[in-house]
């Protein structure tokens, strides 16, 4: 009889979670990182990259719910995003349920992630890879923000963690160079990380928006798949989702037609801006921006997940 297998995920040195892995259904090593597809009784379908948990059929309306809509309920009417990594397609999906919604443009680095997803994670995306407002560009996104030539009314950086290269994605820098193609009054919105288990490095990932843009709210979910409580926040020039009563929020919902909600509405939007006194804190402390060529001494080195990947059982 197989032994099953369980994936373990190190958060600190100190903490970190597992899932069995049911059936593996596909893995693949890109020219950027290694990429796995596995079956799990909970989850369901499971998105694995780098030894690192991305997203899964059953909980990520907890993940890309909150990312897509609390900004675009606060934009009047967004017609245009740009989709910054998210080759799963989740995103891609949330934004489409707009029905102003005529364009999205999806920047991912990697083929690869995109091509799983369309074989494995239609649970996930539900065929708005293909959709004929999709324009899927492939490879780096600075570079395509700087020639784009085109402004957006929101921008969804859905990216791995701010290790290696993905760094230069969570500098000022960056977030200057976004912040030029967004359209007035354009949103973007960004995870943070967690203030549980990287702290330090969430607080200096919302300090360097705040070099960027005059509005950051900070917001607070807690994501299944990620075992912990995960930060993501709302950046523009104007646009302030912390202005919108629950009221209003629930008769935009109406107005567009805003479907299959799983967690999202005018209540939940008021949850998710609200702090905790210990995030509070943390982000009132003097946090040091990250420029280009910076680092995160606080992250851990994914090169040590793989010592870890597999527990006996």
């Known amino acids: 009889m197989t032994q099953p297998r369980y994936l373990a995920e190190r958060l600190t040195p100190d903490f970190g979670f597992y899932l069995r892995e049911g059936e593996l259904l596909a893995r693949v090593q890109s020219q950027w990182q290694h990429i796995e597809v596995f079956d799990n009784a909970l989850f369901g379908r499971v998105m694995r990259i780098d030894g690192c948990f991305m997203t899964s059929e059953r909980d990520e309306f907890f993940y890309h719910e909150p990312m897509v809509h609390l900004p675009a309920i606060a934009h009047p009417g967004p017609r245009s995003a740009l989709v910054v990594g998210g080759g799963d397609g989740g995103a891609v999906e949330e ?14 680095l990697d083929a690869e992630v995109i091509a799983m997803a369309r074989a494995w994670l239609d649970g996930i995306h539900h065929g708005a890879l293909d959709d004929p407002r999709v324009e899927i560009r492939l490879g780096d996104a600075r570079a395509l923000i700087g020639s784009c030539g085109e402004r957006f009314d929101q921008i969804v950086l859905d990216l791995t963690d701010p290790f290696g290269p993905a760094l230069d994605l969570y500098t000022v820098e960056f977030y200057q160079a976004c912040r030029e193609v967004l359209a007035p009054g354009g949103v973007l919105s960004l995870h943070l990380g967690s203030p549980i288990h990287l702290p330090q490095s969430m607080a200096r990932i919302a300090a360097s928006l705040q070099a960027a843009f005059p509005i950051v709210r900070p917001y607070l979910q807690y994501i299944p798949l990620y075992g912990t ?17 629950s009221e209003t929020v629930d008769a935009r919902i109406a107005e567009r037609g805003l479907g299959g909600l799983q967690l999202y509405n005018g209540a939940t939007h008021q949850a998710l801006l609200a702090q905790p006194n210990f995030v509070r804190d943390l982000l009132a402390r003097p946090a040091q921006p990250i420029h280009r060529g910076g680092s995160l001494p606080e992250a851990m080195d994914p090169e040590d997940l793989p010592k870890i990947a597999v527990l006996p059982v």
């Open 95 to 108: 934004l489409l349920k707009h029905p102003s919604m005529e364009r999205v443009v999806l920047a991912e």
């Open 229 to 245: 409580l995960w930060c993501m926040a709302v950046a523009s020039d104007s646009t302030d989702p912390a202005l919108l009563s």
